[in-house]
């Protein structure tokens, strides 16, 4: 951390955005202020709401906020609002993870014993494995990337170094949790996935507690419908990342809950829910908040090494689940405000 | 079809291939002698087979007697025993796409009432539609590919007729069904999306009764497994199309139940499991022979316009599921032959 008091930039975004973002921020306060942990928190225009007030999603002015930062929440943006915009939204969203290296996403899928009804398989095996994305490079990024009449072209590539230091990011977590690294790629195809195996095995090497093994992407999208619990850190690119975080989010049930970090080379990290901006329920007040909360606990336990508070965290967010204080999206009647408050009472309660 | 006689060329390839193979043309056997339908068959070696036999997956001769068929039965091909052949079984498979211009691999995934147990899925809507997969071009073709020893890349490249004959293939088959088509595709990122999205919207033009809609890649993830009875055709392109076929088969219980068609430009389509060659139960007689007993109908119908002979064999594996009589990938104790046995008694005794 570089600032004396913890200095977090917010972005709220677009349509539940700010609705959700509103929570975490709650929430946030709540765990402060019993536990003595000083912040202060700048609100900035990101996404839509950033082109409304400035013509870009990605004002100068909120990137230099962002790198200032120890840690940026970032709720989320995006909306048919802004679909012909000369940037839309998402651009915004590549941008800020190039401008502040954001090379790592990290996604973790959980299905606890209390939230086995929530998923859509009939499996009953707890499942715990986290996808370790490659989120600054491939297909996303690179170059040449033409569209013509006749044809287009994108292009996927990596380098050694982008490789090596997201598969040690892997490894590194792994041995920290069950001990296990899946490679997955489309190795018996692509030249990159040869050069993402060539390079993992090297990476694996120092890291002899950890064992290793590889997954063509195919099969997968398979296993993690089919055995998910044979998983503990998935690591993967950029583009085959985007596709198995998102169905392996769905096999818990809602995609409301599930929050993320991205990890920079020295600079903040980045913390927000994976799901997107919802315009179908915006202004409703029935947006889930545990993906942001959650968020908001993922940044306290990395970003400022308060283990303590994200546990309290996560036990208020338990208990939410446990009385039946949910969103419609989890088949519960409750609105953003009441899980809010039901998690804050326990937080105290538990003081 | 251009023989007198319908001219069928059969690949059984490794593993587990020859087992289903067999199971797949006893059946035949059956419903042809049964309704007069002439055909001649031709064994040739592919795969991991034809590099034991020839040293090359892809047999000149085999290509040949390829081309000159009607219609072409793939089983299953790979194995670890060839992974450090100079050319490996795969590649066997991916030139033989090329040679025979199979530009649309056609995967249905259906989930009856009578296959719902089997489903992974807590969901018991029916699930009913096809993945429409471009399979000779993306970036599993595009260059330039390259492996050095700071950086690998790929290409994702795409022509406007490559995109053009695909889509209209989709909406084709569509109008014979529900009507609709999702483009599947990453537009929000990639250039070639971009393409696809113009071509393809040119084209549902031309199809006024054929609704059509688009999806994310990350979205129609989770969609294949949230709301799957949304979706009636999906197209898509190479990389995408193995990824969600994959999944979306994984969604019926078992890959050992699912056919495919490979379509070609005029030459003859090739019918294969989606499954690959299992060398973990190879030689052991427990083999899943639905997927290849339903490609031979899949051919049937397509390349031979004998639905009547695709629906008896369909009604048999329907009868074999009803009196539980399926191997232990469904959870049940069958072999394949007595599976095999039970399809032809009910197509026997219906005669
Ligand atoms: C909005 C989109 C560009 C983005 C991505 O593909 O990375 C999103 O899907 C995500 O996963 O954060
Ligand atoms: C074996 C492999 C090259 C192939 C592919 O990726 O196309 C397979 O996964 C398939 O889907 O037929």
Redesign the interface.
Known sequence: MKNQIAQITALAGDYIGPEIMAAGQKVLATVAKNQNFDYQITDMPFGGDAIDKTGDPLPQETIDASKNADAILLAAIGGPKWDKAPR?P?QGL?QIRQELNLFANIRPTKITPAMMKF?????EKPVDFVIVRELTSG??F?TP???H????????????TEIERIARLAFEMASKRRNHVTLVD?A?????S??WREITAEVAQEFPNVTYDQSY???A??K???SPEQFDVILTEN??G??????A???TGS?GTIPSMSKGIDGPALYEPIHGSAPDIAGKGIANPFSMVKSVAMMLANSFDRQDLADQIMTGIDVAVERGIVTPDLGGTATTDEVTATIIDAINERR
């Not at 998923?119 to 499996?123: E, G, I, W, Y």
């Not at 018996?188 to 990159?192: G, I, P, Q």
């Not at 985007?242 to 169905?247: A, K, N, W």
């Open positions: 839309r998402e590549l998923s859509p398989l009939k499996q297909i996303y690179g990337r033409e569209k009449d006749e044809y287009a072209l994108d292009t996927m590539r990596y380098t050694r489309k018996n195809v692509l030249d990159t040869k050069f992407v195919d099969a999208s398979m993690i419908i089919a583009l085959f985007d596709i198995l975080s998102d169905e989010a769905q096999t995609l």
